[in-house]
């Protein structure tokens, strides 16, 4: 239920220098995610490491699909969990 690396502000990055926000990475990650793995996931086609807010926000990593970072979505929305 409570996931542990979904802090927001924070990205992942997988070994192919892939940035991405917690919804981006794709299912394997995002159900690895809720599950609560982290800090180093390995899902069956990529290799994901949890970068936390301080270290995304040093070097300026945003996601690659949507610009941002993790987010939470919590309250108002439909789409949370
Ligand atoms: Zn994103």
Redesign the pocket.
């Known amino acids: 239920m409570s996931a542990k690396y979904t802090a927001e502000g924070s990205v992942w990055i997988n070994e192919g220098g892939r940035i991405?926000?917690?919804?981006?990475?794709g299912s394997y990650l995002t159900a690895a995610i809720v599950k609560g793995k982290g800090p180093h996931i390995f899902t069956p086609l990529e290799d994901w490491l949890y970068h936390p807010p301080e270290v995304a926000e040093h070097y300026d990593f945003?996601?690659?699909?949507?610009?941002?970072?993790?987010t939470h979505r919590a309250g108002k929305g439909g789409d949370d969990e």
């Open positions: 991405v926000c917690r919804d981006h990475g945003n996601c690659e699909d949507c610009g941002g970072r993790t």
